[in-house]
Nanobody, 113 residues
Framework: QVQLVESGGGLVQPGGSLRLSCAAS???????MGWYRRAPGKERELVAD???????RYTDSVRGRFTISRDNAKRMVYLQMNSLKPGDTAAYYC????????WGKGTLVTVSS
């Protein structure tokens, strides 16, 4: 089993920054990790993911503004979010693959003036 716990969400003004963190507990080996989000009234979408080797991919709407990174030794994944827009308001979920998909409970990001 893998448990994922997110932190770092909150309220931020447009143009601001937030850094999300996700800690993975357990001993199962994890390969890919990433972040999804679900905005009110919308489908869940992939924001960014990263392989154990550090290869990354981003959804078009965040490329150039968000940066995903990970610390394999600490079993952590991060999402640095800059130049935030109201359209980034959503619940953000950490995801990890370790033989099966694991999900965190989510952290809320609200971008509003």
């Amino acid at each position: 089993q893998v448990q994922l716990v997110e932190s770092g969400g909150g309220l931020v003004q447009p143009g601001g920054s937030l850094r999300l963190s996700c800690a993975a507990s357990g001993t199962i080996s994890i390969s890919d990790m990433g972040w999804y989000r679900r905005a009110p009234g919308k489908e869940r979408e992939l924001v960014a993911d990263i392989t154990s080797g550090g290869r990354t991919r981003y959804t078009d709407s965040v490329r150039g503004r968000f940066t995903i990174s990970r610390d394999n030794a600490k079993r952590m994944v991060y999402l640095q979010m800059n130049s935030l827009k109201p359209g980034d308001t959503a619940a953000y979920y950490c995801w990890a693959y370790g033989g099966m998909a694991y999900w965190g409970k989510g952290t809320l990001v609200t971008v509003s003036s």
